[in-house]
Structure formats: C-alpha cells, structure tokens
C-alpha cells in the first residue's frame, strides 16, 4: 500500500470475565477485530481462526474484496470443521475490519462486518458508525421498537444474529470509504460500546495519537465496568496516495506506511483485579 497509517491496538479481558475472547490483527494493509463466543475455549478459538486467514493477507500490497471474502469464508470453515471435530456447539466468532484495496487502482478501505464488533469514522469534529451490527437489538431499532438510545442497556444486547461458525455461511456486509488524511477509525468490540456512550468514545478520540486514544478507551471502559473482554485500534490515515483531501501537487512515492505498532494486551489500571 502507499497510503501512510499509523495505528494502536489495546485489548483487555475486562473486569468480569477470566478469559479473552477477543482476537485482533493490526498489521497494514488489514486491521481486524473478532470476538468469540462459545463454551470452554471455544471462543479463543473461534475469534484466533479468524484473524489468522487476515495474517495470511497481511504481506499484500493491497487486497481485493475477493481476498477478504474468501478470508471471511475460510475462516467460516475452519470453525466449523473445528467445532465438529471438538463436538463443541455454538462456537462462532464476529469479524469486523477495514482492509486497503484498490479497485481502479486508487486506494480505498473496505471496510466489513459480521456480527456486533464496530468500525467509526472519526473527523476531529465528527463520530460516524460505519457498520450496522447484526444483532437482535439493531432489529429491534430498526422496526421501531425501542430508541437507539435504549440499546446499550436492552437485555438483549450481546445476541448476534450473524457470526462466523454458520452453516450456511454468513454473508458480510461491506463499504467503500476514500483514504482521507487526518481521518482517524475506530474499530471495537462490542465490549466497549456496552460500557461508552458514542460522546464518551469521541471525547476519547480527540486524544493527540493512536496510541493515547487506544490507552484512554480502555482505561474508560475498565472504569465503567469492564463487564465483557475490550479491544480496540485506532487507526490513524497520515497520508494517501493520491493525495486525497491533502496537497495535490505531491505526487512523490511516500514512505510506505510510517508506521508504529504500539500493542499492549493488558492496559494497567489501577485498583482493577487480576
Ligand atoms: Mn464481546
């Protein structure tokens, strides 16, 4: 990719639960979050088998939506070959991410989901959710039944209704976005939103780096709860390649990605257990 990123990863397995189910892949010209579910290890599993047909990838230049969905369906498939051959039922796992691709040549993200782990546009003014989660509360919100607002706190919040693990497979949905410079994206489990409202994940975004805003959503989700395993990345567009939103006469090669990779698997907060 010739597009410039620069990005954070945090994840934590919160203050309730023993394990994290959540996987995460940063590594250009991918970023992926999954969260699992299902009995004994199942969801480790499941949400790790996901990511690692995105590893795969993670050397490419740029993807296609080709790559992604067969990446979407391969994890599908390992899951549920794994899941027979373990006899655990119910073992799935949400996928949601952005990947570079370049139809026409011009480098864009593409960004997909299945399930209720989110990807945001953040402006520096603006908070956009990008995905729609499939979920029985979104249905709910959709046929008018209860307020968006009511839907953090509704009972059934955390019921997926698409997930990796299906037979038949799921299908994803996807966007298109343009690489706009000074655009910054969240992507996130289901375990953050449960414990921010969109004010609080934009106040923590306007936050100087990726790393600081990764550090702070965190560190706020904990604070608030931490009733299910958190993980984020900030993913920050430093540059595009062909200039979009930026000076139009710099039509020089960039440095690749003028990328840090800033992870940290446990975020240290003071007075929380374990
Ligand atoms: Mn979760």
Redesign the pocket.
């Known amino acids: 990719m010739m597009a410039s990123v620069s990005w954070a990863v945090a994840t934590d397995v919160g203050r309730v639960r023993d394990t994290n189910e ?1 996987s995460v892949l940063a590594r250009p010209p991918v970023f992926v979050i999954a ?1 699992g579910m299902g009995g004994h290890a199942g969801g480790d599993v499941a949400s790790s088998l996901a990511v690692a047909e995105f590893a795969a990838l993670a050397d490419l230049q740029s993807l296609t939506r080709e790559d992604v969905a067969t990446a979407i369906a391969r994890g599908n498939d390992r899951i549920l070959e794994h899941a027979r051959a373990q006899g655990e039922l119910g073992m799935g796992t949400t996928v949601t991410g952005m990947a570079v691709v370049a139809p026409g040549g011009v480098e864009h993200w593409l960004v997909f989901n299945v399930g209720d782990s989110r990807v945001y546009r953040w402006t520096g003014e603006r908070l956009a959710q990008i995905t729609v989660d499939h979920s029985e509360v979104q249905e709910l919100v959709e046929r008018g039944e209860i307020a968006p607002s009511d839907a953090r706190s509704h009972r059934l919040r955390s019921v997926v209704t698409r997930a990796l693990g299906s037979d038949p497979a799921p299908e994803a949905d996807s966007w298109l976005l343009p690489l706009v410079p000074g655009e910054r994206f969240l992507l996130c ?3 953050l939103v449960a414990e921010l409202s969109d004010a609080e994940i934009a106040e923590a975004l306007t936050a100087e780096t990726p790393d600081a805003a990764a550090e702070l959503l965190v560190r706020r989700a904990l604070e608030a709860g931490g009733s ?2 958190i993980s984020v990345i900030v993913v920050d567009v430093v540059a595009a390649e062909n200039g979009a939103g930026g000076p139009e006469e710099d039509t020089k090669p960039r440095l690749e990605f003028g990328v840090r990779r800033t992870g940290s698997s446990e975020v240290d907060v003071p007075g929380a257990d374990g």
Do not use: I, K, P
């Open positions: 959540d969260d489990s289901d375990g299910d395993n």
